[in-house]
């Protein structure tokens, strides 16, 4: 079976998807997505970016605790689009107290990084692996 990865991306605090950075930062995440997919063998949740795409509307609450419930059945979460909001910070804690390893990829910044991992690594799996606060192991029980 596939590490499954969950992973997270500052959105910002509009609650409108007509805001343009709002706008651009659910383009970004989704260009995050497609990169994950196409440079790593894990499988991607994104959950809460299908909950924005469905309906921004819903509530707030409700959307949370789906996240975290979705999150606590990954193997591992992913950091990326350049910094650390609030609402990613809660998601750390959440990860930490469930012994999940985390990847930071903030210092690959805001747009997705390009084919070739830093330094010797020849994939971006590997390299992810590496990065990881604990060793990444497929969710059997925690």
């Known amino acids: 079976m596939k590490v499954v990865a969950y992973l997270t991306h500052p959105l910002g605090p509009s609650l409108s998807y007509f805001d343009s950075s709002r706008r651009d930062n659910i383009a970004?995440?989704?260009s995050w997505v497609r990169w994950m997919m196409n440079h790593t063998d894990w499988a991607?949740?994104?959950?809460?970016?299908?909950?924005?795409?469905?309906?921004?509307?819903?509530?707030?609450?409700?959307?949370?605790?789906d996240?975290?419930?979705?999150?606590e059945r990954c193997d591992v979460l992913v950091l990326c689009g350049?910094?650390?909001?609030?609402?990613?910070?809660?998601?750390?804690?959440?990860?930490?107290?469930c012994k999940m390893p985390i990847?930071?990829?903030?210092?690959?910044s805001y747009r997705i990084p390009g084919d070739r991992p830093p330094?010797?690594?020849?994939?971006?799996?590997v390299w992810?692996?590496?990065?990881a606060s604990l060793p990444i192991a497929r969710l059997i029980v925690r």
């Open 28 to 30: 970004n995440a989704t």
């Open 44 to 65: 991607v949740n994104a959950i809460w970016l299908t909950y924005i795409l469905a309906a921004e509307d819903i509530n707030i609450q409700r959307h949370f605790l």
């Open 67 to 71: 996240q975290m419930a979705n999150m």
């Open 82 to 97: 350049g910094m650390i909001t609030p609402h990613m910070k809660v998601e750390c804690e959440f990860a930490r107290k």
């Open 103 to 108: 990847v930071d990829m903030p210092p690959q």
């Open 119 to 125: 330094g010797n690594d020849n994939s971006w799996t």
């Open 128 to 131: 992810m692996t590496k990065q």
